[in-house]
């Protein structure tokens, strides 16, 4: 069983930042790729950004140039730093790990979720 645990969330102004962090546990093989989703209320459950094993990263075009996903692969953590954070950004923030367990079945993990509120 893999568990994540979610840190970071909380009240910031417009332009504020924050930095969201989030370490996967548990006995596991290996993570394929870690990354955030936001949902807001009444709306889908969205990607905001990721990360694969190999580094390589990918963004939603609303956060592009604001936000950027890193990881410590020796943690097994990722963090989210949100800049300039807009209004539109307040949600419940959700890590998504895609792990491969012991039995060798990848399998997707998520967190119980952080929530983000960007106002004056």
């Known amino acids: 069983q893999v568990q994540l645990a979610e840190s970071g969330g909380g009240l910031v102004q417009p332009g504020g930042s924050l930095r969201l962090s989030c370490t996967a546990s548990?006995?596991?093989?290996?993570?394929?790729?870690m990354g955030w989703y936001r949902q807001a209320p009444g709306k889908q459950r969205d990607l905001v950004a990721s990360i694969i094993s190999g580094g390589s990263t990918n963004y939603a075009d609303s956060v592009k140039g604001r936000f950027t996903i890193s990881r410590d692969s020796a943690k097994n953590t990722v963090y989210l730093q949100m800049n300039s954070l807009k209004s539109e950004d307040t949600a419940v923030y959700y890590c998504?790990?895609?792990?491969?367990?012991?039995?060798?079945?990848?399998?997707?993990?998520w967190g119980q979720g952080t929530q983000v509120a960007v106002s004056s």
């Open positions: 998504n790990a895609d792990v491969i367990a012991i039995s060798s079945v990848r399998r997707q993990y």
């Open positions: 548990g006995s596991f093989l290996g993570i394929v790729a």
